[in-house]
């Protein structure tokens, strides 16, 4: 047990759960680059230079529109290798640019130009490589060949060499260079990001839960690039949306095993000024972005989730940063990412990481013991905690389980709202994953349908076959009116029910902000009912609950890491007011001896003496999961810390009949 000296007359101890000094910074897995510029591939490894050519043996001619009509629907090359010869079979990703799609810039003045492009023969394609199975290939013909292209377990790029025609860099992904760094997914957030604990499945919820997990989800995608970024792909306006979409068109290809496709409804360049505050602090600009979201672009532009690429180079390690388990929320569903590689893949890779977050997937930390298909030299998995060499391409175990906790829990409604989604650009194209108009079903290309009620050559239903996706079909048949479809996932939360006409679930609904949860202990929340005593349960176990007020009063008055209301502007911590002391760090009694959540926690004992004789203890935790992750011993958001007040998800919000404005969401108690 180490002490530390008392800020005020409370003596407190930090018990370590692991020996050594747990909060001394952890080094990264590499350093930022002094230049201020990324290296590229011929500073890191070695590569092979290859040619493509059709199949009828004429050479790759690549297009020079980016947006041509001309662009195949299918395309078929080979590769000649030094070893062996590559036939790699693409198809058009039709389903990555919605009908919707626009693109903005601005003009001198300031004034926004947003144009709907006809995108019907894009260059953006996904495939395989003809004779692996399980191989993927993710790649853009806009200009010459370049992507990536997965098989035999190992994950190769493709680039076109400069002043070459027809001529490419081959090598493998972990000699791509990039700047190293860390993800930062910011403290104040909405979700819990230790160990998922949920209560023991029953036989019914497990079904539900295999049924959400083969449904199609669908994100609805704004990629912005700041002014900062427009300057370094050399203020060229379509070089800077090409790569945008390229990005989009990698990240698609990494969700889809996961059942999630990115739809991308808008690219925007800042080509004249950014629109908000962007500078090195990764923390601040990222509030910024978000604030511009919520009030610029969400009024304008009919989104899910929308990410910065940002030509900035962020101070310290951090490359990223998103709030955890955000997603389809007005005020958070969101990220930045810096563009750290001179290839799309590595700001691909960083904006599949922070998506992550944003679904409620925690970093893959060793004392997960998550399991990753792909070796830790060849990039691991997308969900480590340090990205950028070499890029990883796939998701662990960890990472599914969390996504499946967090849908469990209510978060995405967004993404099951349009079951039927509007046919992309290109018209209609069976096996992409879309139920478009003429359509019966579709469950994607026949190597990665397991639809046993869909026939995945013609997307029409097998024989006898009613129905093939959605919660309320069930072996091919629809489920009988009445039947569960979608269980309350907490007391703020309503069941959906079957309609016996249709086979998709009606949409999620959920009980009004402020209604009160728990008894009198909470507040519904968007669609949560967080409360202290679960909270405690969850870090300290069964038999744990919140201490009496004094305890958040003293300790949080601190404004260090072991007592505060989260981090200011500066990222420093901030005291809690007397008022709001109950939304800091959460205060607990009794319990385990130690904190549950993890290997790495640290207990906080605070003995506080009482004015009539006595002490109380007061027990608090702080757990180092790196620079880059939420603080779980902090209250979480949505938990009532008095009445008709929450924690909402950057500071305190009222609620009450006066009503007070966050981010422009409206929380008012019911009674």
Known sequence: MAARPPPAPPARALLLALAGALLAPRAARGVNLGSGFPPSVQGGGAYEVVSASLLNGDPWTPRKNS????????LHFRIQLESKELIVKLERNEGLIASSFTETHYQQDGTDVSLIRNYTGHCYYHGHVQGYPGSTVSLSTCSGLRGLITFGNSTYVLEPMKNATNRYKFFPVENLRSTWGACASHSNTSGFVGHHRLPPPSQTRTRHKRETLKMTKYVELVIVADNREFQRQGKDLEKVKQRLIEIANHVDKF????NIRIVLVGVEVWNDIDKCSISQDPFTSLHEFLDWRKMKLLPRKSHDNAQLISGVYFQGTTIGMAPIMSMCTAEQSGGIVMDHSDSPLGAAVTLAHELGHNFGMNHDTLERGCSCKTAADKGGCIMNPSTGYPFPVVFSSC???DLEASLEKGMGVCLFNLPEVQPSF????????????GEECDCGEPEECVNLCCNATTCTLKPDAVCAHGLCCENCRLKPAGTACRESSNSCDLPEFCTGASPHCPAN?????????????????NGICQTHEQQCVTLWGPGAKPAPGICFERVNSA???????????????????MRDAKCGKIQCQGGASRPVIGTNAVSIETNIPLQEGGRILCRGTHVYLGDDMPDPGLVLAGTKCAVGKVRPQRSLLEAGPQRSVLFGNELELVP
């Not at 009509?69 to 299918?74: A, G, S, V």
């Not at 500066?570 to 809690?576: E, G, R, T």
């Open 426 to 437: 290109g018209g209609q194209k069976c096996g992409n994953g879309y139920v478009e108009e």
């Open 399 to 401: 990472s599914r389980k």
């Open 67 to 74: 947006d041509s009509k001309n662009h195949p629907e299918e």
């Open 559 to 577: 404004g260090d890491p072991y007592g505060n209301c989260g981090k200011d502007s500066k990222s420093s911590f901030a005291k809690c007011e």
């Open 255 to 258: 969700y889809r095993p996961l």
């Open 509 to 525: 609904v959920y009980l009004h902000d402020g209604h009160p949860c728990q008894g009198v202990d909470g507040y519904c929340y």
